[in-house]
């Protein structure tokens, strides 16, 4: 309906693409929505340019399905794009954050957990300044920096952050929620008693990464679950409802 009522190159098209490669990612079709994703992208990047939020969207829910489908180096590269897709963004902004912890999560699957630290207390310092202290989506960027901070070494501090985190979920989201049950399963995995240092390869991380999740905490289509609505929702009604 958009390619005809818009035109093929219109940014409208391109929503339309995002939400189409979404709903693909949902039911674990990663080549259909690898396709739609670069689509849309294109689009994005002739229609508005190499610094829109539209296009730092729809490159981080790349990165997000590219490590679903087990394609990490890719995603390393993809969220490396998102974060400068929204450099253009003054930051606290809920793009922005989204395109660093999405960044800095491939960072950490991919066996570089120093460098995910940096991205991921970027991510969470954006968000601590927009969300309230207990929001789902605040305490899953703590959970995952923890897990970065723990993973490179710092156990004091990736412990006390994953507990924390752990802790406010069973109380605002009760123990069987998703963000609840992948913070536990961080809290475990990341212990210095359960995972050496010595441990913290990347198969290993990668391995936690496919084993705890079907979904990832930060994707457009968890925040939708959070909600209590399956809507997959343009970038624009990203940011305008869910200030991630």
Do not use: W
Not at 19 to 35: K, T
Not at 128 to 155: C, F, I, K, Q
Request: one cysteine or more; a positive charge.
């Amino acid at each position: 309906i958009f390619r005809t009522a818009r035109g093929e190159q219109h940014p409208h098209t391109a929503h339309a693409l995002f939400n189409l490669a979404n709903v693909r990612e949902m039911r674990d079709d990663f080549a259909g929505a690898d396709g739609a994703f670069r689509q849309a992208e294109a689009i994005q990047r002739a229609a508005l340019g190499d610094t829109h939020p539209d296009l730092a969207q729809t490159l981080a829910s790349h990165t997000f399905m590219l490590n679903r489908a087990g394609r990490h180096a890719e995603a390393v590269q993809r969220g490396r794009e998102a974060v400068a897709a929204a450099s253009a963004l003054t930051p606290p902004n809920p793009i922005s954050a989204y395109a660093h912890a999405m960044y800095g999560e491939s960072l950490l699957i991919d066996g570089q957990p120093a460098v995910a630290v940096a991205e991921l207390r970027d991510a969470l310092s954006q968000r601590e300044r927009m969300l309230p202290d207990d929001h789902p989506v605040r305490l899953n960027s703590e959970s995952l920096l923890g897990a970065a901070l723990a993973a490179s070494g710092d156990t004091d501090e990736g412990q006390r952050r994953l507990r924390h985190a752990l802790e406010r979920l069973l109380a605002t989201l009760g123990p069987e929620h998703e963000f609840t049950r992948r913070a536990q399963a961080r809290v475990e995995r990341y212990s210095p008693r359960s995972l050496p240092s010595k441990a913290f390869a990347p198969c290993k991380v990668r391995e936690i990464f496919m084993a705890e999740r079907r979904g990832c905490g930060d994707h457009v289509g968890t925040q939708a679950r959070v909600r209590g609505t399956q809507r997959r929702m343009r970038p624009r009604d990203v940011a305008r409802v869910d200030p991630r």
